[in-house]
């Protein structure tokens, strides 16, 4: 019976833990101790210290810090040295001391023109546009130098005109509107180069025409110039353009002066000849704000600025 008792008396059976299924996974969560202990922050107590040991560690700490900021004051110092230069100089260390090379003085880049100024320009054109083109002209016999070579253009451009100007000037007298006048056609037929005529008949008679008129105006006048100027006051219009294509090949105040001239008895005298005639001489000032001419002209305009009569500031109003 003992037997049988011990094999029928139950027996409990080994049970696994399991794990507790979350959205997590199967993880064992952790127990409310375990989190509070791990929330609390641990505290460690500092020994006491005596008010003398904390004043010499506080001194020795300041002269750590200060000596810490001096070493990284001296290797700043260092790193500054051994940078080198922004410039074109040369940097060389010689004894732990950054020496500086001479620097080269700086090189000016060229100078901003126009834009009918080009690299591949011809250089009398470009000295032309430099030392004459755009500054204010009130000599006569310059500004009929000028009105002559803007009628050429329809002929020449600039370069050839400019090459051909002594030559230009000793068939023409030097300009000078008495002599031209004078000229009789056997005279206009021989001002040739090479066996060909410097201009074609139209434009030669012109010439002689309007040194005639020159010399009516310089009656009424005084001088060309005065006639000239006064259609802007005496005072050199600036127009301030920034690019080229703003810049017009006539204006109302060309094609003013064209019709004036034309009923003075001037030839050959359109908008688009004497707008160019106008830009030449100074009287206007289309050199592009970009060019370095363009303030030049300005100063030089303002230091011949001559005294305005009062009985043409009505006829400057007028042509306005």
Known sequence: MSALTKLRSPVKPMVESRTILCSTGNRVKPSKTEIAKKK???VTKSPARNFSASTDDSSSSSTTSSSERSSVKTADSKKMITTPSKRNGLVKKVNSVAVVGNIPPEIPGPFKRCHWITPNSDSIYVKF????WGVPVRDDKKLFELLVFSQALAEFSWPSILHKRETFRKLFEDFDPLAISEFTEKRLMSLKVN????LSEQKLRAIVDNAKSVLKVKQ???SFSNY???FVNHKALRNGYRYGRQVPVKSPKADY???DMMQRGFRCVGPTVVYSFLQVSGIVNDHLTSCFRYQECNNAETEKEPKIPADETELNLQSM
Request: one cysteine or more.
């Open 129 to 132: 546009h430099d030392e004459e």
């Open 228 to 230: 000239c100027w006064r």
């Open 195 to 198: 066996g060909c005529l410097v």
């Open 257 to 259: 002066i064209s019709k």
């Open 40 to 42: 609390k922050p641990q």
């Open 220 to 222: 009424e006048f005084g």
